[in-house]
């Protein structure tokens, strides 16, 4: 489980702008609740993904196997295209 988190609607100030602080934007209520959402929905993924990753079935691709797969599916696609037209 994730523990860590950054909340959606934490202002963190940065001062390296010119040498002023700065802070985030306000946010209507609304918004701050999509995002927060968006938030727990994106860590849940991630979570997800980390789980899965660590399964001892998980089959792993390399870099190699990953760039020839989308480069037979491109070749497939341009062809279909191309033929199409």
């Keep these: 489980m994730i523990t860590n988190r950054i909340s959606a609607t934490a202002v963190i100030p940065i001062t390296e702008l010119g040498g002023k602080p700065v802070t ?3 946010v209507s209520p609304t918004k701050t609740h999509e995002v927060a959402e968006y938030e727990n929905w994106f860590l849940q993924k991630v979570e997800k ?3 899965e990753a660590d399964e001892p ?4 691709v390399s870099d190699d196997e990953a760039n020839r797969s989308w480069e ?3 070749t497939e696609l341009i062809n ?3 033929t199409v037209a």
């Design 24 to 26: 985030g934007t306000p």
């Design 49 to 51: 993904g980390l789980t």
């Design 57 to 60: 079935d998980t089959r792993w």
């Design 72 to 74: 037979k599916k491109l």
């Design 80 to 82: 279909k295209i191309t």
